[in-house]
């Protein structure tokens, strides 16, 4: 999945002229108080965590105060994202098309997503108006405070889409984008009488015609799903749009997803301070040895490394760079080490503390915890199924060995890598014990990471740490955003009482509990290549955990079940995303892997029957 959008740049790197200098200020204000925000959320939780765990003095405040600068991160985060565009999109289409046609597409993502944002302006400044009578429980503060962050955030987006279609080069293919999204809009307008007669049908011509149209089309994930809701919305019922805005709020700043940003900072930290370094080189010098040990390697440290960046991409580029240069001095085929750093993507999708099972504890209430104990078991299993097909084709390819690294070699490396390894089981320890929420916990993996740093590794390069800090807020934002739009769009299903429907279709399959399991798998295989996991969770989430609780199936393992099948469709090819990503980090030709995939691709789907069918993989730690 790209995350680009036009090549435009934020503002002119030559132009010394009022406007541009003003543009690179409000860019540099924005940047920075995103930042401080980051930062700010890290100081809270875990102040809050030192006061109520060590002091035995709960600070009541503490989660208040970090709830209501949360929102303001997601939007400056997601203001910064359309900036630099990095919001999702799926291009699998719009790569396939000339340059002509795909520079089209480009701008027409913008003037989409430019609709969306001005359809939203008024609701905006509505909802933060009316939240104005609300006070918060303990800081008696005006909650207009707090929702004044989505009127400045959508603001700040127009502006930016304004910019960026005046600076498009060729201005012919500004006028037909824009001209097509304001003709799409009329045709619209003009069939509000006949939409308001065809009741549900209404349903298949936004959320499925809209959708796949504008997603396919390489406008942006989120605001696909906004457009395609509002569009409903205004044109079928009477419902306020302000109500809708406020559901997007209700999703974007749910207390929970505050440990979005900040597991993304912590991957973050774990790459600058060379902590993911020495885990991956004291599994080399381990297992290095062994008849195809270093795929081993790639395996296990994908498991220990999984989960706590926030993204599948940061994963894979902690640990290739550092693996393949020498697995290819191995005699490894490039395609296959792609292939494998693929299926691993998949295969650690449930490692906690994933985003994934943030977001689904989030949305169907589900515990986190045991999300994140019922995560370990599954990945093993799908692990030790790629460990198979790695056997028999280091056996079959005769890979080449290397000598067995001394004893002192191997203790040295443990030494140095040990601070490394003991992140992941700090992490998971805090949540199990009680000392953290798995929303605090975060703020622990933070402190470790820069203490391990600062104390131990000795490498914290402070001038990264602004541009670490905003991008950690322009994924944050990208991401929430998405949960944001999702969480309208799931709004207006339940609305419509398509929530129920298909409730009620997946409950009465013939063969019960099986059949709606196999069901489940395959669909959200087709999800997961789609639309990635998070907003095929919050979509989805709410609809089909509950049939699942009334078919006796155990929630914690059903959500293993739906996070890997749709880990399984986001790296497979021809339209997984993560796939391509890991083709991109591995720098190996998408046609060399896709050779070679389909045996990984083919263990996890076993691994995955074996999640699927025995739910004490799931639940034997709960």
């Not at 959708?211 to 406008?219: E, F, R």
């Not at 014990?433 to 740093?453: D, F, K, R």
């Amino acid at each position: 999945m790209k995350s680009h959008m036009t090549q435009t740049a934020p503002f002119p790197a030559t132009a010394d002229n009022l406007a541009a200098r003003l543009e690179g200020a409000l860019v540099w204000t924005v940047e920075a108080a995103a930042a401080l925000l980051v930062l700010a959320e890290v100081v809270l939780l875990f102040g809050g965590v030192v006061s109520r765990y060590a002091l035995h003095r709960p600070l009541d405040w503490s989660d208040e105060l970090a709830s209501l600068l949360f929102l303001w991160l997601a939007m400056l985060g997601s203001v910064i994202a359309f900036w630099r565009g990095n919001h999702m999109r799926m291009t699998a289409m719009v790569d396939r098309v000339s340059a002509t046609t795909r520079a089209f597409f480009d701008v027409l993502a913008v003037a989409a997503s430019l609709a969306f944002l001005l359809l939203i302006l008024a609701p905006a400044f509505g909802y933060a108006y009316h939240e104005a009578d609300v006070s918060t429980p303990v800081l008696e503060l005006s909650s207009m405070w707090r929702a004044a962050a989505m009127p400045v955030g959508a603001a700040l987006m127009t502006l930016s889409a304004l910019l960026k279609l005046t600076r498009v080069a060729n201005w012919r293919a500004t006028l037909a984008a824009v001209a097509m999204v304001v003709a799409i809009a009329a045709v619209l307008a003009a069939a509000h009488p006949l939409l308001e007669r065809l009741g549900n049908y209404n349903l298949v011509i936004f959320f499925v015609g809209i959708v796949t149209l504008t997603v396919l089309a390489g406008v942006p994930i989120a605001f696909a799903f906004g457009l395609a809701t509002f569009s409903y919305l205004a044109l079928t019922t009477t419902v306020p749009l302000t109500v809708v805005i406020s559901r997007m709020d209700e999703g974007m700043s749910h207390v929970m997803l505050l440990a979005v940003p900040l597991f993304v900072f912590v991957g973050q930290l774990m790459e600058m301070t060379g902590i993911a370094r020495a885990m991956v080189a004291f599994l080399a010098n381990l297992l290095g040895h062994v008849r195809g040990g270093l795929s081993y390697v790639l395996i296990g440290a994908m498991y220990l490394l999984s989960g706590i960046s926030g993204s599948k991409a940061a994963d894979m580029a902690a640990v290739a760079p550092v693996l393949f240069p020498e697995m290819q001095k191995r005699g490894s085929d490039p395609g296959d080490l792609t292939a494998l750093l693929a299926a691993t993507g998949a295969q650690t999708e449930t490692v906690p503390p994933g985003i994934v099972l943030i977001t689904i504890g989030s949305v169907t209430g589900v515990s986190i915890t045991a999300l994140f104990l019922g995560g370990l078991l599954p990945s093993i299993t799908l692990g030790l199924a790629l460990c198979v097909v790695v056997w028999l084709r280091s056996r079959s390819e005769g890979k080449a060995q290397t000598s067995r690294a001394g004893w002192k070699v191997i203790g040295r490396s443990l030494v140095v890598a040990l601070p490394a390894l003991l992140l992941p089981v700090v992490i998971r320890t805090a949540v199990v014990e009680g000392v953290a929420t798995a929303t605090e916990v975060s703020t622990i993996g933070v402190v470790y990471a820069v203490v391990v740093g600062l104390l131990i590794y000795r490498q914290f390069e402070w001038r990264r740490l602004k541009a670490m800090l905003v991008d950690t807020a322009a994924l944050s934002g990208s991401i929430l955003l998405i949960i944001g739009t999702a969480t309208g769009m799931a709004w207006a299903l339940t609305q419509s009482g398509f929530s129920q429907d298909l409730a009620d279709v997946m409950s009465h399959l013939p063969g019960g509990a099986p059949t709606f399991m196999v069901v489940s798998v395959a669909a959200f295989i087709v999800l997961g290549s789609v639309l990635e996991g998070i907003p095929a969770i919050v979509l989805f989430g709410p609809l089909l955990f509950p049939v699942a609780r009334t078919l006796a199936i155990n929630e914690v393992q059903y959500a293993m079940v739906v996070v890997l099948a749709m880990g399984v469709g986001l790296f497979a090819p021809p339209f997984g995303v993560g796939y391509y990503m890991a083709c991109a980090i591995g720098r190996v030709d998408p046609s060399l892997a896709m050779r070679r995939i389909w045996g990984y691709l083919g263990a996890l789907i076993v691994g995955l029957a074996v999640v699927a069918a025995v739910p004490w993989v799931s639940t034997a730690f709960l």
